[in-house]
């Protein structure tokens, strides 16, 4: 019989596969990227083999970590439903599904106010990806694209502004100071959010093609950062660049060049909700109401 592996380790790696990203599992499990590295360097150690291909700042799954996420991926899913036979002997918690980089730049800094307002309220933050997983316990989700809502009762909760963004160094180089500039200098497009350039452009009136020379980078962290690198000018979401803006790290040289780009969504499962997801909920909606529009 196979001795077990570093637990730690494992839940690292399923997320990790899941992900196809440290960033984006280290975000998940409130680690850093470093740490998810350690134990993925751990569990490959564990085995003998290498489970990830690392190369340019990318993971990908060797076959043989395909194989092996293959087999842990519905277990681990069954011990995460298996805790919710004792949910109510203790309560006093939401689950909430969120996306990554929605959760690392709007809704965790905001939690505090939640705990301070509901002390005896765990919020249990798990992030994704990608359709609503409806196998897995959750009582709240949060969502943009429509094609992810997994059938759920749908309630919408802020609107998504977004605004080109580069470093102001690279706005002076470049004498950034029309829409019109943009044909002229390197744009980056997120794969992630394919939708972002061309959704601005139709509000703008401008189309996607006199846009200047094309990069493209898998995540918005990744575009922000390539960005304020100097790499060109990314579209993002305001409630995601508004930290980085604030600090003097990116720029917006172009004036009035807000844009919606999306709404996001309440999600609900079709149990009964819990009084801890009801008051979630409540200021939720209320953090979102009480925001500026274009940075809720």
Not at 202 to 212: D, E, H, I, V
Request: with cysteine; charged share 20%; aromatic share 6%.
């Amino acid at each position: 019989m196979h001795k077990l592996p570093p637990l730690n380790a494992l839940r690292t790696f399923e997320a990790a596969a899941r992900h196809q990203n440290f960033t984006l599992a280290a975000a998940e499990l409130c680690v850093t990227p470093g740490a998810v590295s350690r134990q993925i360097n751990a569990l490959e150690q564990y085995f003998g083999i290498r489970l990830f291909v690392r190369a340019n700042r990318c993971v990908t799954l060797t076959e043989a970590g395909r194989r092996y996420f293959a087999a842990v991926a519905a277990p681990l899913a069954e011990i995460a439903r298996a805790g919710t036979v004792l949910d109510h002997d203790h309560g006093g918690k939401v689950v909430v599904d969120c996306l990554p980089t929605l959760a690392m730049h709007w809704l965790m800094q905001r939690l505090p106010a939640f705990r301070l307002a509901h002390p005896d309220i765990l919020v249990d933050v798990r992030t994704a990806t990608g359709p609503v997983d409806t196998r897995q316990p959750f009582d709240l989700a949060v969502r943009r694209d429509p094609a992810h809502f997994a059938g759920l009762t749908a309630t919408p909760l802020m609107t998504e502004w977004s605004v080109p963004v580069c470093s102001a160094e690279f706005a002076r180089l470049h004498h950034l100071e029309t829409l019109a500039d943009l044909g002229r200098v390197p744009v980056l497009h997120i794969r992630a959010r394919a939708d972002l350039w061309p959704s601005w452009c139709r509000a703008k009136g401008m189309a996607p093609a006199a846009l200047g020379p094309r990069q493209d980078v898998d995540h918005t962290f990744v575009a922000m950062q390539a960005a304020e690198d100097g790499l060109g000018v990314a579209m993002v979401p305001l409630i995601f660049a508004k930290r980085l803006l604030k600090a003097g790290r990116l720029s917006c040289p172009l004036s009035g060049a807000e844009a919606v780009t999306g709404t996001y969504s309440l999600l609900r499962p079709a149990t009964p909700p819990t009084a801890e997801a009801e008051a979630f909920a409540r200021w939720l909606a209320a953090e979102c109401a009480t925001a500026p529009p274009s940075e809720s």
